[in-house]
């Protein structure tokens, strides 16, 4: 029975994802991937550059993946809510990379509301439905957000469990 193979890939404009995606990482020993867009995104003039992509709902240009999502098992993709949508360069790894996800779980930061919305979208832009998601305000994240992210991975390992064991009986 071969080991299951996970990827944790996610954008952060702030760092907030950036921690919730490395703490998944760890917890599960996966492998780990920042989704790199070519837009200068600091400060205020990358806020609303972030803002004007998200209501047009543009594609923008990111760096090309450095792994291949079809030789994982599990891929979790982690987004910042922007304006209740899943941010720009998110939206453009999801397209560019649907037609080859395996199962995917959802991880996202906002700061106050909107995640509901931007879950709703990455299922959607992803094409399938997800084994698990996790929302976490930033606050949270600042604090730690132990709690959050531990059921988090608890429901993605039994997830993997039962991965192994089916390919175990095949």
Not at 37 to 43: E, I, V
Not at 47 to 57: G, T
Not at 129 to 149: D, F, M, W
């Amino acid at each position: 029975m071969s080991e299951a193979k996970v990827l944790v890939v996610y954008f952060s404009r702030t760092g907030t994802t950036r921690l919730l995606a490395q703490a998944v990482a760890k917890m599960l020993c996966a492998d780990l991937e920042e989704i790199c867009d070519r837009s200068n995104r600091a400060g205020v003039a990358g806020y609303l550059r972030s803002l004007v992509d998200i209501i047009r709902k543009r594609p923008v240009e990111i760096v090309p993946a450095g792994r291949d999502v079809a030789t994982y098992n599990l891929v979790v993709i982690g987004t910042p809510v922007w304006a209740s949508s899943v941010s720009a360069p998110v939206r453009s790894y999801l397209v560019e990379n649907r037609a080859r996800l395996p199962h995917v779980a959802f991880l996202c930061s906002f700061g106050g509301r909107g995640a509901d919305k931007a879950m709703t979208e990455m299922r959607e832009l992803a094409g399938k439905p997800a084994i698990a998601e996790c929302k976490v305000t930033a606050a949270q994240a600042r604090r730690g957000a132990n709690a959050a992210v531990a059921v988090f991975v608890r429901v993605l390992k039994g997830h993997i469990a039962r991965f192994q064991a089916l390919e175990w009986m095949c």
